[in-house]
């Protein structure tokens, strides 16, 4: 790790999504930028949260629990890197846990 980096926490290990396509960079995050190893975009970058939502059909609330761990690592992780000009937590909630298919429906 380049000097001057902040050294990753020991929280949730980032292991998802586990499907990709054979030959190519599974959409995991690099720490600590949290930028998709694949795409180069924000992670959870479009094609990681399909597979997330994919891997994570039958249990989301597991999923939930999944991304607001590493919204809490990201946060930590990005505030040391640039405790300036970094995303909000708000930006960051919105990025990691809110689009997360979770929640139930009104009866």
């Known amino acids: 790790m380049p000097s001057g980096m902040p050294v990753p926490r020991l929280g949730p290990y980032p292991d998802r999504p ?3 396509a054979a030959g190519r960079p599974p959409h ?3 720490r600590p930028i949290w930028m998709c190893r694949a795409c180069g975009g924000p992670w959870p970058c479009a094609e990681a949260r399909l597979l997330l939502v994919e891997e994570y059909a039958d249990q989301p609330i ?3 629990i ?3 761990g590493l919204y809490h690592e990201a946060s930590h992780d990005l505030f040391r890197l640039n405790p300036y000009d970094g995303p909000t937590p708000r930006e960051l909630f919105e990025r990691f846990v809110s689009w ?3 929640r139930r429906k009104a009866t």
Request: charged share 5%.
């Open 18 to 20: 586990r499907g990709h």
């Open 62 to 64: 597991s999923l939930a």
């Open 100 to 102: 997360a298919p979770y």
């Open 28 to 30: 995991l995050p690099m």
């Open 66 to 68: 999944y991304l607001s």
